[in-house]
């Protein structure tokens, strides 16, 4: 990540699978499945009925699932990584920085929920 993340809020939730750190992930507290829903990211990980941070909005670090760009709409892949969005995924935020796979990318999250290609 090459510039510095600024979470606008922040909750703690009960996980109810493992959570990895920087991952989307949904309000049952499960890392967020491909082109799924999701609250936010997580800022902690922790094991099946642990607590972690996530962030709702603002700019927040998330780990790339494949080569991202500026500016892209992001989605979920199957691990709750970021990845650019495909027709049908659930738009979770938008890309402040290009990274490739595996590397934390800083994007912006609290864009308005919308479906890629859909309504």
């Known amino acids: 990540m090459t510039t510095q993340y600024n979470p606008g809020h ?3 939730r ?3 699978a493992n959570v990895e750190e920087y991952r989307f992930v949904t309000a049952a507290g499960a890392q967020a499945g491909a082109g799924a829903a999701a609250i936010g990211v997580s800022l ?3 094991a099946a009925g642990g607590s972690i941070t996530v962030a709702t909005s603002g700019s927040v670090p998330v780990i790339a699932g494949a080569t991202i760009a500026v ?3 992001l989605a979920s892949d ?3 990584r970021a990845v650019p969005a ?3 995924n659930v738009i979770l935020s938008v890309a402040l920085e ?3 796979v595996g590397q934390d990318t800083e994007v912006l999250l609290g864009a308005p929920a919308a479906t890629k290609g859909g309504a």
């Open 10 to 12: 922040t909750l703690t």
């Open 14 to 16: 009960k996980t109810s």
């Open 44 to 46: 902690t990980g922790a």
């Open 71 to 73: 500016g892209d709409q």
């Open 78 to 80: 199957a691990q709750g």
């Open 86 to 88: 495909a027709s049908g």
């Open 98 to 100: 290009v990274a490739t």
